[in-house]
């Protein structure tokens, strides 16, 4: 039996392109040039041009980082969106519903826990996107509770009654 290994597409950078970005050169190539020389002389060109565009951002800028445990609600909170759109079919939605609380309990026992051990050993500096622990506990907290009564709504209101029909 032979195993094929599955290839990873090249990932491809997008620059937006500002007024006096250079991107590439519009010389023609020479003569003997072969297509790999075309190809690196395109890459240290985007590459240049990549460097440039962002050569005066400061990174340790906290505008720059998104939260983890905040993200990762957000993305539950996607979850949730499927759960309400009514053009998927029923059981799809109560699958939905379904995943959304599997994941907030797993993010709960994981993220959270961390958190609130971050919290006791006294650890009162901020991340890279400048917020401390119990900053970002109120925040997912806030999010959490509204997400589920959504979450219990979606199925009292909605599903529920359709099922039975």
């Known amino acids: 039996m032979t195993t094929q290994r599955a290839t990873k597409a090249p990932e491809i950078i997008v620059i937006p392109q500002q007024e006096g970005d250079v991107v590439a050169d519009s010389s023609e190539p020479s003569a003997n040039a072969s297509p790999q020389d075309a190809e690196s002389i395109t890459a240290n060109q985007n590459s240049s041009a990549y460097s440039d565009h962002f050569?005066?951002?400061?990174?340790?800028?906290?505008?720059?980082?998104?939260?983890r445990e905040l993200s990762y609600v957000q993305f539950n909170l996607r979850v949730l969106e499927q759960a309400r759109n009514p053009r998927h079919p029923l059981l799809d939605r109560l699958m939905f519903l379904l995943i959304f609380s599997s994941n907030l309990d797993e993010f709960y026992?994981?993220?959270?826990?961390?958190?609130?051990?971050?919290?006791?050993?006294?650890?009162?500096r901020p991340g890279p996107d400048g917020k401390f622990p119990d900053e970002i506990m109120k925040e997912v907290n806030q999010l959490v509770r509204v997400a589920l009564q959504e979450q219990y709504r979606i199925l009292?209101?909605?599903?529920f009654p359709s099922l039975a029909e």
């Open 156 to 159: 009292n209101e909605e599903l």
């Open 109 to 124: 026992e994981i993220r959270i826990s961390g958190l609130k051990k971050q919290m006791e050993f006294g650890r009162q």
């Open 55 to 67: 050569a005066d951002m400061d990174l340790s800028s906290s505008e720059l980082y998104l939260n």
